[in-house]
T-cell receptor
Framework: DQQVKQNSPSLSVQEGRISILNCDYT??????FLWYKKYPAEGPTFLIS?????DKNEDGRFTVFLNKSAKHLSLHIVPSQPGDSAVYFC?????????????FGGGTRLMVKP | ETGVTQTPRHLVMGMTNKKSLKCEQH?????MYWYKQSAKKPLELMFV???????ENNSVPSRFSPECPNSSHLFLHLHTLQPEDSALYLC????????????FGNGTRLTVT
């Protein structure tokens, strides 16, 4: 029973275009959402987060959108660069009282073609 | 340099062996975590320590035994593992405050033969 789902296992985008990665969740108690990027042979690296009191958070080329009614969040990367090629994980927390127990989605592999 | 260092990077062990994974964080964080990533599965939380106290054990079998001697160090002791325990084991740390991101190490790739 996956509470956080990334339904697209992979995505291919041309350099310079927009990459949109999607994530759905089922637990209405989640109120903090994060995106991580992972290169092969490395651990996940934190990219950007959003609290449920917001619907958008932007950091440079990365923007996360949150639609609470649809229990959906997305990560927009624009413009996409070849160095963005990696596996992207969304994660969520909020249904616990022990702080930061993140529940992860299965990941989406992004390939940015030069 | 991620600020969270895991050793060894790779480990091959037999089912009767005893081994330990080590994690050290240099970020001044108060919480440390073990996650497991199996092939084609999401990262699964195993254990959480806040200020050296275990606050979460996510139904992990007793053949995995964590130890947190201080806020900077975390171990995962392995004993009598099964081949299906082969996975990437990731350590993470966080300030411990709610709504703060986790910082991950590069993981230990474990193969149980």
């Amino acid at each position: 029973d996956q509470q956080v789902k990334q339904n697209s296992p992979s995505l291919s985008v041309q350099e310079g275009r927009i990459s949109i990665l999607n994530c759905d969740y089922t637990n209405s108690m989640f109120d903090y959402f994060l995106w991580y990027k992972k290169y092969p042979a490395e651990g996940p690296t934190f990219l950007i987060s959003i609290s449920s009191i917001k619907d958008k958070n932007e950091d440079g080329r990365f923007t996360v959108f949150l639609n609470k009614s649809a229990k959906h969040l997305s990560l927009h990367i624009v413009p996409s660069q070849p160095g963005d090629s990696a596996v992207y994980f969304c994660a969520a927390s909020g249904d616990n009282n022990a702080g930061n127990m993140l529940t992860f989605g299965g990941g989406t592999r992004l390939m940015v073609k030069p | 340099e991620t600020g969270v260092t895991q050793t060894p990077r790779h480990l091959v062990m037999g089912m009767t062996n005893k081994k330990s994974l080590k994690c050290e964080q240099h970020l001044g964080h108060n919480a440390m975590y073990w996650y497991k990533q199996s092939a084609k599965k999401p990262l699964e939380l195993m254990f959480v320590y806040n200020f050296k106290e275990q606050t979460e054990n996510n139904s992990v079998p007793s053949r995995f035994s964590p130890e947190c001697p201080n806020s900077s160090h975390l171990f995962l002791h392995l004993h009598t593992l099964q081949p299906e325990d082969s996975a990437l084991y990731l350590c993470a740390s966080s300030p411990g405050a709610y709504n703060s991101p986790l910082h991950f190490g590069n993981g230990t790739r474990l193969t149980v033969t």
